[in-house]
């Protein structure tokens, strides 16, 4: 069984900056690939970006690549999402996902826990 929390979010201006984390609790977390999604109002939930068991390889969705970042600290148990130069499309609620498996990517039928959600709002 894995927990996660994911602390964090908020309001910032188009163009800035803000990093998200996610805490995983249980013994899994080392050897389950992570993603994070996002769903927007009236919109489906999203791939944003995933990270395999070991860090070494990462995904991103088209509009996230070179603006977004994700990564790993497994002596954390804690996975990171560091998005720059937002733009008020990228408000949504952002959910940390972990996999039982070590190798996952943007299906979210892939992960099997989530974390309950932070709001990202970017102003215009």
């Known amino acids: 069984q894995v927990q996660l929390v994911e602390p964090g979010g908020g309001l910032v201006q188009a163009g800035g900056s803000l990093s998200l984390s996610c805490a995983a609790s249980?013994?899994?977390?080392?050897?389950?690939?992570m993603g994070w999604f996002r769903q927007a109002p009236g919109k489906e939930r999203e791939f944003v970006a995933c990270i395999t068991w070991t860090g070494g390889s990462t995904h991103y969705a088209d509009s996230m690549k070179g603006r977004f970042t994700i990564s790993r600290d497994n002596a954390k148990n804690t996975v990171y999402l560091q998005m720059n130069s937002l733009k008020p499309e990228d408000t949504a609620v952002y959910y940390c996902?972990?996999?039982?498996?070590?190798?996952?990517?943007?299906?979210?039928?892939?992960?099997?826990?989530w974390g309950q959600g932070t709001q990202v709002t970017v102003s215009s």
């Open positions: 249980g013994r899994r977390f080392s050897s389950s690939a």
């Open positions: 996902a972990a996999s039982r498996s070590r190798l996952a990517y943007g299906d979210p039928h892939d992960y099997d826990y």
